[in-house]
């Protein structure tokens, strides 16, 4: 291994945090956002809140193979409901509303 590499790794080593700071944060295989419900079936195990926990689960489980995060999968469905009409802006600036996806 040679000195600049060397360097460059120590460099990597100090910068890590930073490189993930905006990485989603993980339970387990799960979004952290679907452990909510966790603690509260902890504290009331029932039917209800394990069923809830599932529907919780599994929703996240979802939005991930659909390659969204929870903020993302918000901001997809406020799109959605809004539709392509932007009443306060002038038609030339008009887009088309267009899913990649």
């Known amino acids: 291994m ?3 590499q060397e360097i460059q ?10 490189r993930n700071s ?3 944060v ?4 799960f979004d952290a956002r679907a452990a909510l419900p966790i603690p509260l079936l902890l504290v009331y195990a029932r039917v209800s ?3 809830l926990t599932i529907v919780f689960l599994v929703f996240f489980r979802f939005l991930e193979k659909k390659g969204l995060t929870f903020p993302a999968a918000l901001r997809n469905f406020r799109a959605w ?5 932007r009443p306060g802006w002038i038609g030339i600036y008009h887009r ?4 990649y996806g």
Do not use: P, Y
């Open 49 to 51: 809140t394990i069923v």
């Open 9 to 18: 790794d120590t460099q990597e080593q100090l910068n890590w945090h930073w």
């Open 96 to 99: 088309k509303f267009r899913d």
């Open 81 to 85: 409901i809004v539709g392509s009409d």
């Open 22 to 24: 905006m990485r989603v």
């Open 2 to 4: 040679t000195q600049a």
């Open 26 to 29: 993980r339970f387990f295989s």
